[in-house]
Every structure is written in C-alpha cells, then in structure tokens.
C-alpha cells in the first residue's frame, strides 16, 4: 500500500494572520499571535509551547524605561490564554540570575523559585519553567512550539544530520536537555556562535524561532512547520512507516468498548480516585494500531516531555475479546511494568509512586481509551497519544523512530517541581471524577440537580425524551461545571427498555460509565381506580414503575461491573406514603418506586452500592409534572385558581414554605455524595416543608 500522498494527520497549516485585526498594543498583540498558534493542534498540542515579547515599558516604582519580558505564564493553553495569562519579569534580572547560578554553583531547579522575585508590576500569573529558553534570546518576539512535524525530526534518530538537511542552516541544533535554566543558556550560546539561525530544534522536544516583530515570528514558525512536514511527506514512498496492515477492524468495535470500560475503568481507579474515560476510534488510531510496528513503537514510549507527562512512558495493549481475567492479567503486568520503572529510575527525593495504572489503553481494531480526573484531561491524554503517533509515523518515515532515554522521561515525570504544581492546585470538587446519569434532566428537578452535581465536579449526562428542552437545559449544566466536554445528552424514552439500556451505553461511551444515578422522569394523570383509563394505566405504570425498574437495573449492572460502588437516588413523592386524592395510580407508583429503592438498597449494599429517594411535595414551579393540564385538575379539585396553587402549597406546609427543583436538588446530592452521606443507605428524606401525612411510619 503506498501512501505517499497522505501522510496518517495533515501537517501543513495555513497562515491565520490579519493585520486588520491584530491588535496595536504590544502585550495584546501577544496574545493575538499565541492564540492563533495554540488555535491549531498542528503547531502544538494542548497546553504546550510557549511564547514571549520583550517590551519598553515604564517602571511604576522607578518611573524608567524598562525592557519586560512577557512569556506565557505556567499551565496555560495558548490556544485560550488571555493577557492575564501571561507573566511579566524585569528582563535585565532575569539576565542577572546567571552570575548568582555560577558564583553559588546553584542548581538549576533552585532558580526557578527566584522568578517571582523577578516579576514586573505585581503580575500575579507564576513565570513559566521554560521563561529563560525566552529570556536570553536576544530578540523580541519568541515562539516554542511542539508541532508534530518538528517533533518527528527531533525525535529522528539521526536528527541532527536532518535538521540541517531540512532547514539549510537556518536552524541550529539542541542535544537533549530538560527545560530549565541550562536549557535557556545553551540556546543563548548557540545563537551567539550561529548570528545566521533564526531557530533551534531541541533533540526530542520541539523548535524555537524568533524574530524582531511578531507577524515575522509568527510566519516564520508557520513557514519552518510546513517545510518540516513537506520534508516529510516528499520522503513517503513505498512502504508505509507502520509497516503492513495484519489487523482488520473489529466488527462491532462499540460493543466491545461498553462491554470492557466499566470493568476497565473501575480497575484503574486508585487509592479510591475513579478516572473519566475518553474513547477515541478515528482513522488515525485505527490505521495505528492495525499496522504490524505497533507493538515495537508502543514499547519504546513517548518523545516530547509534554507527551508523556500525560500519557505515561507506554501505554498499555488490549485484545479485543478480552475478558475479565485479561483485564487483571494485563493490569497487572502494567503495573508491575510500571513500579519496576519507577525502583530502577527514583532518586532519594523522589515523590511516591503514583497512579500505576494505565493512562492509555489501546485496544487493536477497536479504538484507544484515555483517562484523567475529568473530561477534559481524559480527551486531552487521547489528544496527546495521537501526536505521538503522528511523531512516531513522520520519524519513521525520515529514519527511526527513537524515545527519551527511560531516566530522562522519568526525571520528567517526577520533577520536582512538576510535583510542587501538583500540590499547589486546588483541591478537586465533592463529585470529581464521578459520571452522573440524571433521567427527566431536561427541567424541574432533574435540571436542578444536573447543574448542582455540575458544579460539584461531576460529569452530567442528561437524559429526557424533550430533545429540545435537553438542549437548552445542557448550556445550563455546562456552565455550571466549567470544564468542557463535561455534559451529555440523550434523547430517551424511560418506558422503552431498548431506550434505557442506549442511554447508559452513552454514558459509557461518553465517560467510562456511571457513578451516581438520579431516577427522576415523571409524569402525573388524575383519576381514582374507578376512572383511571386504561391508557393512562399504562402510560404511567410504564414510565414510574417499569422505567424506574429499568433505569436502576441498567445502573446497578454498571455499578458492579465497575467494583468502584455508586449511589442510585429516587424521586419518589409525598404520595409514596400518604393516600393523594384522585390520583390513584399516581400513589402507587410512587409507592411502588420507593419499595424498589429499598430492596436495591438490600440486594446491592455488597457491592457498596448505596440507594435511597427523596419525597418532594408541591414543587409547582420549574416541574415538568405540572403541565398546564395537571394544574388545571389539582386547583380545580382544591377548589382554587391555578395561579393560587404556590400559595396554597407554601401555606399547607408546617413550615409555611415554598419548595423549588433548587430545594430537591440540595437533597440528591447529599444522597448521592459518598463524603456526606457514605454510611446511608435505604433512606427516604422528604423535601416537602414538613407534611405530616408524608411523614415516614
């Protein structure tokens, strides 16, 4: 097979600059530049690279001109970064730390903490690790960039012979070295002894370019990724750089993938800490992991620094139609892979080991699984397993493939000042990392609590037969959470089984699986047993008995398979325990779902699987219950006008107030959290403003 007209990912990217919309301020034109470079997963990946300006500015204590360097600020995207995003140091003592880090014979990491003392104007964004590879090159504008193309040069095995092949001179060369100080003055030497180059490769890292301006920085780092890429694909003939095609694509590959992430999921979860799955099945995975190299490429690992702080040194391989022991067998040679890695490579202040599982788990004929703490991470650990792959196939082309020496990536992973990072973050949310599936979520409720469980970390997917009502209420819980990528939405009727069982086949698909289930769809008909109709027998028998039954079965089957527990919540009502007028069918299934809450609460508490309900009364505003119809029977059997039916609820309360979806809300989450509510279970709480005919007996 030849592909010598397409390589596995397009490489080449087109210019995006505007001079009628590049701003004139200096510091704002840096951002414009960076977030059109970070724009383009083709020129770096997620929050890699870096960028700078050297700027005049006036001193506010000193009233002078002062040269500031401003450079990308520590854990920022390029791509979204604002001005705030950015760090400003004094230029000048920046320059000046060199005299102390030779006359105290300092390490380099011992630097780092003296930026801040550094930092111009009281900028309180922390100055990246890479701000001297900025500082001491002697030109305005500075772009660093991980761009797949480069990256397969400098992950070549005979790099440097190619870069200066490709770049005819115009690039210097780097030898591998750790982003650091060091780093910055090996790069400021090497353009001393080369006054010609207007760039650097970094021997398994990326490129570095400047210029006076940053629209001729900015072209310039689009022109030397495209003569990189076009190198490239000028040297594919013949064979392709995986090799042959030994492996067809699974038939059914999403049947594979829902019947092993829960398992493979749950097993990965450590010291407690569940993970958000990512499934990835794009042609350039696929093509990836049919091909005969693949195992030889996975084991050598990742090149670039910003690769393998994510994805781990390797990940790990799956068959297809493995089966829960192959899980187990396969986790733990991973781990034991991985804590072998970790005894040869550690220093005596190292941090401990951490998570040994898995961040990547490829599955040939079937698609790639990354995880991370939310679902963002997860899809951004995918990401950056594909530009390996995409490094990986431009290298092979050119030469070989080759990896970071396996002490230099672990130095990577355990930096200590990666580690410092780490800590400095702030404490992740009561529902972190937890998948939260929520039916009737387009409204009242269910809408309530999505956005609640949104806000306390949880991934949402929401689940409502209003396709449009989902879509609204989705900007709601997406807001709320913060994170992107972090809601879902399915299209689902709770009284069709089949329906049922596609939506949590979506939550696995969409996050690895479920955690926290909230069954709350409902629906109300007025009638006694004398005059209930049939179809409203069956209407509702089907939607408060059958799809509750249902919803918790296909959520306590993916609870167990995952062996992490979960927390299952029902919406019952006030009349699950007390006889409602005219609303006989109504009653009772309430009762009936409130019974079923208990008996899974029994069954599944081995597990560590908890199940409890609320018992909400008169929430008559934002409920999707309350249709204009529903009203219209309850206010005409109180005697009442429909708009006085609030009142009357708030009044006939002991406690004289109004209950809102907000109210509800507030109880499912202290039922579904396993920090505030771990040792309840079988538990009914009424939201209802106290009702003594819903008091439980």
């Not at 009628?20 to 970070?38: F, I």
């Not at 320059?95 to 801040?116: C, F, N, S, T, W």
């Not at 040297?235 to 829902?258: D, S, T």
């Not at 599936?437 to 689940?463: D, E, H, P, R, Y």
Request: charged letters at 20%.
């Amino acid at each position: 097979m030849n592909l010598q007209q397409t390589p596995l990912q397009p490489w080449n990217v087109p210019s995006l600059w505007d001079n009628a919309v590049a701003p004139k301020d200096d510091v704002d034109l840096l951002v414009y530049a960076s977030n059109l470079l970070g724009s383009d997963p083709r020129v770096t990946n997620f929050g890699g690279g870096n960028t700078s300006s050297k700027i005049a500015m006036v001193d506010p204590l000193s009233g002078d001109s002062q040269s500031v360097l401003w450079v990308k600020g520590s854990g920022g995207d390029l791509g979204s970064a604002k001005r705030a995003g950015f760090a400003s140091l004094y230029q000048d003592k920046v320059i000046g730390l060199e005299a102390r880090y030779k006359a105290e014979g300092m390490h380099e990491d011992e630097i780092v903490p003296l930026y801040p003392q550094c930092v111009f104007n009281l900028n309180p964004a922390a100055p990246s690790i890479d701000t001297p590879l900025h500082a001491y090159v002697p030109f305005a504008a500075v772009s660093h960039m991980h761009s797949d193309a480069v990256i397969a040069i400098a992950a070549s095995e005979d790099s440097e012979r190619l870069t200066a092949e490709i770049f005819d001179g115009e690039m210097g060369f780097l030898p591998w070295k750790r982003p650091g100080f060091e780093l910055g003055l090996m790069l400021r030497d090497l353009i001393d002894a080369n006054p010609g180059i207007n760039s650097a490769m970094m021997q398994s890292h990326g490129f570095i370019c400047w210029a006076d301006t940053w629209e001729e920085c900015y072209e310039l780092t689009i022109r030397l990724i495209n003569r990189a890429a076009d190198y490239i694909q000028s040297q594919k003939e013949g064979e392709h750089p995986f090799g042959a095609v030994v492996l067809e694509n699974h038939a059914e590959p999403e049947e594979v993938i829902v019947s092993l992430l829960p398992q493979l999921r749950g097993k990965a979860a450590f010291n407690g800490q569940r993970l958000i799955a990512s499934v990835d099945r794009s042609d350039m995975v696929l093509d990836f992991l049919s091909r005969a190299k693949m195992d030889e490429l996975v084991n050598l690992g990742t090149s670039c620094p910003d690769h393998f702080l994510r994805t781990k040194i390797r990940p790990m391989v799956l068959k297809s139609d493995a089966n829960d022991g192959d899980i187990d067998s396969a986790l733990e040679a991973f781990r034991k892979g991985y804590a072998a890695y970790y005894e040869r490579c550690k220093h005596s202040d190292s941090p401990a080991m951490r998570n040994p599982n898995p961040s990547i788990v490829l599955i040939p004929g079937v698609g790639m699984i990354s995880f991370g703490k939310n679902a963002q991470e997860a899809k951004v650990t995918g990401a950056f397993y594909k530009n390996a792959i995409a490094v990986m196939e431009g290298a092979e082309t050119l030469t070989r493939y080759t990896s970071l020496p396996e002490q230099e990536a672990f130095n990577i992973e355990y930096w200590l000042l990666e580690e410092a990072k780490l800590k400095r973050m702030p404490p992740e949310k009561e529902l972190s990392r937890q998948v939260a599936v929520i039916t009737g979520g387009a409204s009242g409720i269910g809408k309530a609590t999505a956005v609640q469980m949104a806000g306390l970390g949880a991934c949402v997917v929401l689940v409502d037969i209003n396709e449009a009502g989902l879509d609204e209420a989705a900007g709601e819980v997406q807001a709320a959470s913060g994170v992107p990528g972090s809601v879902r939405t399915v299209v689902c009727d709770v009284t069709d089984s089949t329906s049922v069982a596609r939506a949590f086949r979506e939550a696995i698909l969409a996050f690895g699986g479920a955690d926290i289930v909230v069954a709350n769809a409902g629906n109300a008909r007025r009638g006694s047993v004398a005059d209930t109709s049939a179809e409203d027998y069956a209407f509702l028998s089907d939607l408060l008995m059958k799809g509750y039954f249902d919803t918790l079965g296909e959520a306590v089957r993916i609870m167990v398979k995952q062996g992490t527990g979960g927390s299952c919540v029902v919406v019952g009502s006030k009349n699950g325990v007390a006889a409602g007028n005219n609303a006989a069918l109504y009653s009772a299934a309430k009762a009936f779902e409130l019974h079923l809450m208990r008996v899974t609460a029994s069954d599944f508490a081995k597990h560590g699987i908890r199940c409890n309900a609320i018992n909400p009364d008169g929430v008559v505003t934002g409920s999707a219950i309350w249709s204009d119809a529903w009203k219209e029977q309850t206010s005409k059997a109180l005697g009442i006008a429909p708009e006085e039916l609030v009142d009357h609820y708030a009044k006939r309360s002991m406690l004289g107030t109004v209950v809102t979806p907000d109210d509800c809300a507030e109880a499912i989450c202290w039922l579904a959290s396993s920090s505030r509510s771990s040792r309840t279970t079988g538990c009914v709480i009424p939201v209802d403003g106290g009702n003594k005919e819903g008091f439980l007996r």
